[in-house]
DNA sequence: ATGGTGTGCAACATCGATTGTGCAAACTCC
DNA sequence: GGAGTTTGCACAATCGATGTTGCACACCAT
């Protein structure tokens, strides 16, 4: 019990009367195309087990140059990254390999050294998610030559997932505005009488994309859009807390809808939101590109997108393993449409396009 | 350039006219120890430096049997234990290590497997979180002399860092119960008059500790318990829905206040109590044992105790990096007193044993 | 008996870094 | 100038697992 611990197959090896060779082979499971007899095998198993023996990876490692781990690099544990995090967990292990996961706070020196750190311990894929440097990261991966792929921000070099950020945008303005009509009866045109669009970081295609698709929309349904109406300045919640109030000031009020884009500046808005009475909150059509259970629960309705995090995790393990050539895939999001009285949510998947039909359809 | 990769201290030996073992002194940083020149260790790292050689680190952890590796096990990515990841990563990276999170789905076997693994894997230090079977595991680490260390869920055989439950529920109860006394401008004798316990799990120490705080202060408060107040079936959301709808059908209505353990708890209630009128909602004292930025912006006010995650993983490293024996050493946590006009928190730390004074005292 | 074919396993080199040991050359000191 | 010390580095063993090579033996057919 108290001996030293740390059995190798050397030491399983005196024990069987084996050689370290043969007992490797017996417990790495290529003793059938070693030609070991089945009982010799079986004998050293049964050794190895009640000596609670266990592989050195780190040696195995070395030998074969293969790691068996699998890492993910995300910019934070918000809700978005952690439930991708959480699918890859789960996708990692169902191959029997390592998830690591780390997070890079959005920063890309710490992104490169994070990736240099990984190629040393010869990990055997690597996801990124969020990235902020993705060119040179991909760059960075091929030299050493370690398969990868990027998940919601994509990257020309390599195979990327992302959602339809577009089309996601696009819907997700229709039924703002569709709301606003059931609200409003009608809309006028003054200033507040339209939506906008609050937060993001227009260097970030997702963010451009989300733009592009509201662009559209509102040109659509309002024949123009003045670029005043996107406020796409901040992920940061302090800054969307200030921008909104600006934005009430200005107007002398709220606007008639809202496109919020990301949880973070839906928690910003919200703390100015929740000093305002009911009435007002009442008039104005809320829409926030991101997920949040509570959301449903606001004293306000208030319609949400929502990637599908495992899709995208699936659909990046598909390409990975394909060996895609660089190409971006988009996976279409969902959205929880929000009952205007209830605030009870309604679940639509979406079709690539639906949008442009004008209508939202459910798939087959 | 498109030359073979992989860089070894035998490459830049021969590149640099000296033998590996000096390479390897003048790269790790012993060479001073070794004595080697200077000018020789330079030499040899700016050649490395520009060869972008990176030492292969399954040799060298073969090698030294320390990996730079420490391991975090947490049940899932919810808000509390994304939190913890959150500042595990910064202190482990800090220390110039790499940290490894790997959630284990509340999965016992998933669990041993998982530490089997890395057991394997030289890891230098595991935490675990919210762990399902804390002393096996510990046994496990013992086996493998793998220090370790508990957070949130203590072990009996090595040191744990925990929120203080026990205290924080006893302190959310007297909140709750003081909004009651404000909404109601005095309390009746009704089985409605009282404040019940909602969600959790009473086969674990967090749970009972926290029903032990609540017992104490409704005793202290009200002169008694009746076990019926305390619903601690469940952490699941959706049976939390359930529980609270059958609670307002048998009191036929809501009670005056809800102690609600935990923020999937909380996301299941408040399914239900979205459905309620504004003036049901208005007549019940909310407090959550857990922190949710949304909680704040509800249409009603509701106290929140939030679990301080750095302190409790900054003190889980002291206790390791002190070689501490088993102690469980206890961290208080922090309560967001919801103003009942406003729905604006004020947050205030707790001392220890601060609630038996009958007050919140503010530490100095 | 002889050669040919399988079968079952042991020997040994190897992955890349670390580290104890040894040994020249340079440098002291009397 | 010879003994002793220091400086600067190379050699070689080692961590534990893998996989190629090769050898001994058994079995079969001619």
Redesign the pocket.
């Known amino acids: 019990m108290t001996e030293k611990n740390?059995k190798?197959?050397?030491d399983i090896a005196l024990r069987a009367?084996?050689?370290?060779?043969?007992v490797?082979?017996a417990?790495?499971g290529?003793w059938k195309k070693?030609?070991?007899?089945q009982?010799?095998?079986e004998r050293i198993i049964g050794i190895a087990n009640d000596d609670g023996?266990s592989?050195?990876l780190q040696?195995?490692a070395?030998?074969?140059?293969r790691s068996g781990l699998v890492a993910l690099l995300m910019p934070e544990y918000n809700r978005f990254f952690s439930n991708i995090a959480q699918t890859f967990s789960r996708e990692v292990r169902a191959r029997n390999q390592c998830p690591i996961i780390i997070s890079t706070e959005r920063n890309p020196d710490e992104e490169r050294a994070t990736v240099a750190d990984l190629t040393s311990w010869s990990i055997d894929a690597l996801f990124f998610v969020g990235s902020v440097a993705p060119e040179e990261l991909s760059l960075q991966c091929q030299a050493a030559e370690i398969p990868h792929v990027f998940v919601d921000q994509p990257c020309a070099l390599a195979p990327s997932v992302i959602t339809d950020n577009r089309n996601g945008a696009r819907i997700l303005t229709q039924e703002i505005s569709r709301s606003m009509m059931r609200l409003a009866g009608g809309i006028g045109t003054g200033p507040r009488d339209t939506i906008y669009f609050l937060g993001g970081d227009r260097s970030l295609p997702s963010t451009r994309n989300r733009v592009a698709g509201f662009s559209d929309e509102m040109i659509a349904q309002f024949g123009r859009l003045d670029p005043g109406q996107v406020l796409a300045t901040t992920y940061d919640m302090d800054v969307a807390t200030q921008t909104i109030s600006d934005l009430y000031e200005r107007l002398g009020g709220l606007p008639r809808g809202l496109f919020i884009n990301s949880d973070s500046v839906f928690e910003g808005a919200l703390r100015f939101l929740a000093t305002l009475p009911e009435d007002e909150l009442n008039a104005c059509a809320f829409g926030c590109f991101d997920y949040e259970p509570f959301g449903q629960l606001l004293r306000f309705p208030v319609h949400m997108i929502r990637q599908r995090h495992k899709m995208l995790v699936q659909r990046a393990f598909a390409l990975l393993e394909s060996n895609s050539p660089p190409v971006i895939e988009q996976v279409q999001p969902e959205i929880y449409r929000a009952g205007v009285m209830t605030g009870q949510a309604t679940v639509v998947p979406i079709r690539p396009g639906a949008a442009s039909s004008g209508e939202i359809t459910n798939p087959v």
Request: positive net charge; without cysteine; charged residues 15%.
């Open positions: 740390k190798t197959i050397y009367g084996a050689s370290p060779s043969t490797s082979a417990l790495n290529t070693r030609r070991i007899a009982a010799t095998a023996y592989a050195n040696a195995r070395l030998r074969t140059s």
